[in-house]
T-cell receptor, first 111, second 116 residues
Framework: GQQVMQIPQYQHVQEGEDFTTYCNSS?????IQWYKQRPGGHPVFLIQ?????EVKKQKRLTFQFGEAKKNSSLHITATQTTDVGTYFC???????????FGQGTTLQVKP | GAVVSQHPSWVICKSGTSVKIECRSL??????MFWYRQFPKQSLMLMAT?????????EQGVEKDKFLINHASLTLSTLTVTSAHPEDSSFYIC????????????FGPGTRLLVL
């Protein structure tokens, strides 16, 4: 079945450093979505990418969708302590509407 | 807009009892709702897809007789964990797709279940 792999599993950075998490799907995706989950909380929607090669920015966050629509990345510039949490990518299917979540990358930021 | 609620937010029950979790779309109609389970420090695993007025579709490895899903209206889906055991303790999260917008899911706040 469809699998979505995400790396790294954990990342510790010093405040001010950059951070990137990568997502790869075993199949072509109709869209990819990114979520952030704080400890003890539920996933919060960040963004959805639909087009091949699409790049979207939200302040210090940059999201990319690969040309083949099988991979994606989230890059955070100059991390802050408020960026702490687990970032999940989720591959979407236009046929079923299902989302297959990656394993998540947990970000720790040292002040 | 696009708010999804879950009730209860947390529940503790004894082994062998059944627990019902409600998922409601508060300001939109949802033809499709999804149920996920998340164990500590793990990702969200899709359990089943719930379609209004029809039987739920369960993912491989999820027991349909243990996790009963009812989607009786366009704003409410329920998940009943029957004869709960300690290994069913988890974080259960629902999401709802607005009718006609299958690629969009709005997530509820989740329900933490602890089975003693």
């Amino acid at each position: 079945g469809q699998q979505v792999m995400q790396i790294p599993q954990y990342q510790h950075v010093q405040e001010g450093e950059d951070f990137t998490t990568y997502c790869n799907s075993s199949t072509t995706l109709s869209n990819i979505q990114w979520y952030k989950q704080r400890p003890g909380g539920h996933p919060v929607f960040l963004i959805q990418l639909v087009k091949s090669g699409e790049v979207k920015k939200q302040k210090r966050l940059t999201f990319q969708f690969g040309e083949a629509k099988k991979n994606s990345s989230l890059h955070i510039t100059a991390t802050q302590t408020t960026d702490v949490g687990t970032y999940f990518c989720a591959g979407g299917s236009s046929n079923t509407g299902k989302l297959i979540f990656g394993q998540g990358t947990t970000l720790q930021v040292k002040p | 807009g696009a708010v999804v609620s879950q009730h209860p937010s947390w529940v503790i029950c004894k082994s062998g009892t059944s627990v019902k979790i409600e998922c409601r779309s508060l300001d939109f109609q949802a033809t499709t709702m999804f149920w996920y389970r998340q164990f500590p420090k793990q990702s969200l695993m899709l359990m089943a897809t719930s379609n209004e007025g029809s039987k739920a579709t369960y993912e491989q490895g999820v027991e349909k007789d243990k996790f009963l899903i009812n989607h009786a209206s366009l704003t409410l889906s329920t998940l009943t964990v029957t004869s709960a055991h300690p290994e069913d303790s988890s974080f259960y999260i629902c999401s709802a797709s607005p009718s006609g917008r299958r690629e969009t899911q709005y997530f509820g706040p989740g329900t933490r279940l602890l089975v003693l």
